[in-house]
């Protein structure tokens, strides 16, 4: 079983880990670092006190892309976390893709019955 | 958090993803006691970013991992269909679950995987099994085929070549991945010991298969709760930046270091320290609900 398609796969699916994780890690290290560094938190970090599940992150996707947008240190380290997060999706967006190549109907279904519940569980409509 | 309390975060997870990867013990049985006995953190955000690390950590080693050619694709798509499943429950269960409640659970899962840990040290796995497994013709055949029509049999490469290895019980395994979907996501935890004993036991998959498939599957179900606990604000920028690079740093120096120190020792006193956290998280629940009745 070991052929060489299961490598190929295997080594799409070990490049797209590897480039998010390391992409999201680097996000996440510039922002601390921009925040060490300029001590320029427009949006000061929240003492970390008790969670209040009755709190729900204001406009949460729109205030991150201002963030971003404005070079906000504790947005980028956001944008690193949601980068990470989308890692595992990625992944088996790439196994599907690769099983539609390699004309495998079963395994292209299931990566994609995984690809959904995962997009609506990050999307936060699940859960 | 100001400058001097990310650093230490940072160390410390470092440390956390170091001493998790070296021991097979996982990031997240460390990072949510730490978190929560030693930096006072309130414990829905340490399982947030607990998670959001064990998706780091996961991710970095499932990548060196899949070169080797032990990880099985094919299993982990169809078990990650069970454990993506039990992280969104998982999750749903959170929301309604006491903070003292979950605090038990973690420190039963914290004791019972340092327990497993443990026990390894005395029955040592050899790192690539010499003989290979022959193909159990006891099987019934119905249970058989489900694994067959799935294609989930494959081979693990050794010194002499490929050794080709069958799989069993496929529907067992698939209900225990559900339990260890809501266990990881309740806790934080990869809960890497319930997937490889789902993987090692039931399906009879060669050791090295079951831990590097496990591994490979522990980041898809922990980013579907994580993403949930993002929307519920549980995820804290402060908290998951320095926790997240710290472990992931640390589980690569692991990866580094494995194969050239003998980890034994190291493996005891870890677990012992990771049972202690749990039995101090116990302790700390049942004292707080004690006071709340008082």
New interface residues.
């Given amino acids: 079983?070991?052929h060489p398609r299961?490598?190929s796969?295997?080594?799409t699916?070990?490049?797209t880990?590897?480039s998010?994780?390391m992409l999201?890690?680097a996000i996440?290290?510039l922002?601390?670092l921009s925040g060490?560094l300029t001590a320029r938190t427009t949006t000061p970090?929240?003492?970390?006190?008790?969670?209040d599940?009755s709190?729900?992150?204001d406009n949460?996707p729109g205030n991150l892309v201002r963030g971003v947008a404005d070079l906000e240190p504790?947005?980028l380290?956001?944008l690193?976390?949601?980068l990470?997060?989308?890692?595992?999706?990625l992944?088996?967006l790439a196994?599907g893709l690769q099983f539609i190549v390699q004309r495998d109907l079963?395994?292209a279904i299931?990566?994609a019955?995984?690809a959904i519940?995962?997009s609506?569980?990050?999307?936060?409509v699940?859960? | 958090?100001d400058?001097s309390a990310?650093i230490l975060l940072l160390i410390t997870a470092i440390l956390g993803g170091l001493l998790g990867s070296l021991t097979g013990l996982g990031g997240g049985v460390v990072i949510v006691p730490v978190l929560v006995l030693l930096f006072?953190?309130?414990?829905?955000?340490a399982v947030g970013a607990s998670l959001?690390a064990v998706?780091?950590t996961?991710?970095?080693a499932?990548?060196?991992f899949?070169?080797e050619?032990f990880?099985n694709?094919?299993i982990a798509?169809?078990l990650?269909?069970a454990t993506?499943?039990g992280?969104?429950v998982g999750?749903?269960i959170a929301?309604f679950t006491p903070r003292a409640a979950v605090a038990i659970v973690f420190g039963v899962v914290a004791i019972w995987s340092a327990w497993v840990a443990a026990k390894g040290v005395t029955n040592p796995q050899p790192p690539v099994a010499p003989t290979p497994v022959p193909p159990t013709p006891d099987l019934p055949p119905r249970k058989a085929s489900l694994a067959e029509r799935?294609?989930l049999?494959?081979?693990y490469?050794t010194a002499d070549g490929?050794v080709?290895y069958a799989v069993q019980r496929v529907p067992a395994a698939f209900f225990t991945m559900i339990a260890a979907g809501i266990l990881s996501s309740l806790v934080g935890v990869g809960a890497g010991f319930v997937k490889v004993f789902a993987m090692d036991r039931l399906m009879g998959l060669p050791f090295k298969v079951s831990t590097t498939t496990s591994n490979f599957m522990i980041?898809?179900t922990?980013?579907?709760?994580?993403?949930?606990y993002?929307?519920?604000?549980?995820?804290?920028?402060?908290?998951?930046?320095?926790v997240?690079?710290g472990a992931?740093l640390g589980s690569l120096l692991g990866a580094r270091l494995l194969p050239r120190l003998n980890v034994r020792p190291l493996r005891i006193i870890f677990a012992v320290v990771v049972a202690v956290a749990g039995v101090q998280m116990i302790v700390r629940a049942v004292a707080d609900l004690m006071g709340a009745r008082a």
């Fill in positions: 079983m070991n299961d490598e796969l295997n080594r699916i070990s490049y880990l590897r998010g994780t999201a890690a996440i290290a922002g601390m060490a970090i929240a003492p970390i006190g008790r969670f599940p709190i729900t992150p949460f504790t947005a380290v956001m690193g976390v949601c990470l997060l989308a890692t595992p999706l992944r088996v196994c079963l395994y299931i990566a019955i995984i519940t995962l609506l569980g990050l999307a936060g699940l859960g | 958090m400058l990310t006072k953190v309130d414990l829905p955000y959001v998706v780091a996961s991710c970095g499932a990548a060196a899949l070169r050619g990880t694709v094919r798509l169809v990650e269909l993506v499943a992280a969104l999750a749903g929301a799935l294609r049999s494959s081979t490469p490929p080709p980041g898809v922990a980013s579907a709760s994580a993403g949930v993002l929307h519920r604000g549980q995820l804290l920028p402060s908290l998951c930046g320095p997240a690079l992931l």
